[in-house]
T-cell receptor, first 113, second 110 residues
Framework: EADIYQTPRYLVIGTGKKITLECSQT?????MYWYQQDPGMELHLIHY???????EKGDLSSESTVSRIRTEHFPLTLESARPSHTSQYLC????????????FGPGTRLLVL | SQQGEEDPQALSIQEGENATMNCSYK?????LQWYRQNSGRGLVHLIL?????REKHSGRLRVTLDTSKKSSSLLITASRAADTASYFC??????????FGSGTQLTVLP
């Protein structure tokens, strides 16, 4: 098991609420990623970071935002949740350089009513 | 689409049989990786093959890469019920980010 954690594991919330999905890793990895995955479908990269104070948007447009104030922490925030945000969100990290294997957290299943 | 394509989408076999999954991509790659995902969980890295390699083994896993055909295959030999999961290929190009395939859902029947 990789040392990467996500909380909460499941979240059911009403439309319009602000939510933050937490992701932490204890491996000292520089690179961190957020993916969105609908059931039975492929993963889509929505945000990534190559280090502290570095964040970039991924291939899939997302209304969420991220921050990277500490190496080990990469939270994702939705200011106003909508039913279209219902999905599974997966956080991952990698060592960087030529080490491209990614280590994934268990995911957060989000349901917006 | 820059996404990889995998086939079959779903595969059901008996325990002890071999399972083969295929992945195709469209761009030049640095490496190709295979991941496994159990239902409702995160992904677990299985194996990485670099663009200058043609075949790689890890336990019951065998991966091949044909860069001329832009395709890869994952073979799981002597499958077990515990191998039941979704399997994703993911490839890395010049941007060094991973692009994931559409996945193959493998069911191994006891």
């Amino acid at each position: 098991e990789a040392d990467i954690y996500q909380t909460p594991r499941y979240l059911v919330i009403g439309t319009g609420k602000k939510i933050t999905l937490e992701c932490s890793q204890t491996m000292g990895h520089d690179k961190m990623y957020w993916y969105q995955q609908d059931p039975g479908m492929e993963l889509h990269l929505i945000h990534y970071s190559y280090g502290v104070n570095s964040t970039e948007k991924g291939d899939l447009s997302s209304e969420s935002t991220v921050s990277r104030i500490r190496t080990e922490h990469f939270p994702l925030t939705l200011e106003s949740a909508r039913p279209s945000h219902t999905s599974q969100y997966l956080c991952a990290s990698s060592e960087g350089g030529t080490k491209e294997t990614q280590y994934f957290g268990p995911g957060t299943r989000l349901l917006v009513l | 689409s820059q996404q990889g394509e995998e086939d079959p989408q779903a595969l059901s076999i008996q325990e002890g049989e071999n399972a083969t999954m295929n992945c195709s991509y469209k761009t030049s790659i640095n490496n190709l990786q295979w991941y496994r995902q159990n239902s409702g969980r995160g992904l677990v890295h299985l194996i990485l093959i670099r663009s200058n390699e043609r075949e790689k083994h890890s336990g019951r896993l065998r991966v091949t890469l044909d860069t001329s055909k832009k395709s890869s295959s994952l073979l799981i030999t002597a499958s077990r019920a515990a191998d039941t999961a979704s399997y994703f290929c993911a490839f890395s190009g010049s941007a060094r980010q991973l692009t994931f395939g559409s996945g193959t859902q493998l069911t191994v029947l006891p």
